[in-house]
T-cell receptor, first 112, second 111 residues
Framework: DSGVTQTPKHLITATGQRVTLRCSPRSGDLSVYWYQQSLDQGLQFLIQYYNGEERAKGNILERFSAQQFPDLHSELNLSSLELGDSALYFC???????????FGSGTRLTVV | EDKVVQSPLSLVVHEGDTVTLNCSYEVTNFRSLLWYKQEKKAPTFLFMLTSSGIEKKSGRLSSILDKKELSSILNITATQTGDSAIYLCAVPQGGSEKLVFGKGTKLTVNP
């Protein structure tokens, strides 16, 4: 157990639907990062939050949004889902990048 | 744009072989390079290399950073089937905490 908790582990949903992925960071970590991993693209950075504030944004689609709550857990909202959104979504947390990330076990999203 | 390229993309070896995985990077304001191992799900941290720590070793795994060549290698000696995984290399994007990952090397170790 890495200390980063992601739920749910698996999600199957239909095109056009909306889902919410949840992440609890490791105790003491203030930064939360969301990554998408697909077979052809590898790990792609989506967004980072630090202590409740958005700190960095990657190639995140407008249909996707995220937030970090006062208790530091984070949610990634994916809406108007398309088949191409099927991927593994990872959350990671860190004290600071210099020390690397700790990843959660991911949520496998399948859009049918 | 910051970039990380890993080679080879896949590798199949027999138990007991020694393997070398390569990672090259282009990044502004280099700070560190990280190696991760990804088995079934979550990438797990292996090593971090910096200008002041260019060589790391843990058991059968070792890694070296070559700042002049903008590259790093990950060596695994006496491979075991449990070493089968995807090995990922990443660098922090200059000035940020975002990690840029390579596409990984898929290592398969056959008994």
């Amino acid at each position: 157990d890495s200390g980063v908790t992601q739920t749910p582990k698996h999600l199957i949903t239909a095109t056009g639907q909306r889902v919410t992925l949840r992440c609890s960071p490791r105790s003491g970590d203030l930064s939360v990062y969301w990554y998408q991993q697909s077979l052809d693209q590898g790990l792609q950075f989506l967004i980072q939050y630090y202590n409740g504030e958005e700190r960095a944004k990657g190639n995140i689609l407008e249909r996707f949004s995220a937030q970090q709550f006062p208790d530091l857990h984070s949610e990634l909202n994916l809406s108007s889902l398309e088949l191409g959104d099927s991927a593994l979504y990872f959350c990671a947390s860190s004290v600071g990048t210099f020390y690397g990330y700790t990843f959660g076990s991911g949520t496998r999203l399948t859009v049918v | 744009e910051d970039k990380v390229v890993q080679s080879p993309l896949s590798l199949v070896v027999h138990e007991g072989d020694t393997v070398t995985l390569n990672c090259s990077y282009e990044v502004t304001n280099f700070r560190s390079l990280l190696w991760y191992k990804q088995e079934k799900k979550a990438p797990t941290f292996l090593f971090m290399l910096t200008s002041s720590g260019i060589e790391k070793k843990s058991g059968r795994l070792s890694s070296i950073l070559d700042k002049k060549e903008l590259s790093s290698i990950l060596n695994i000696t006496a491979t075991q089937t449990g070493d089968s995984a995807i090995y990922l290399c990443a660098v922090p994007q200059g000035g940020s905490e975002k990690l840029v990952f390579g596409k990984g090397t898929k290592l398969t170790v056959n008994p």
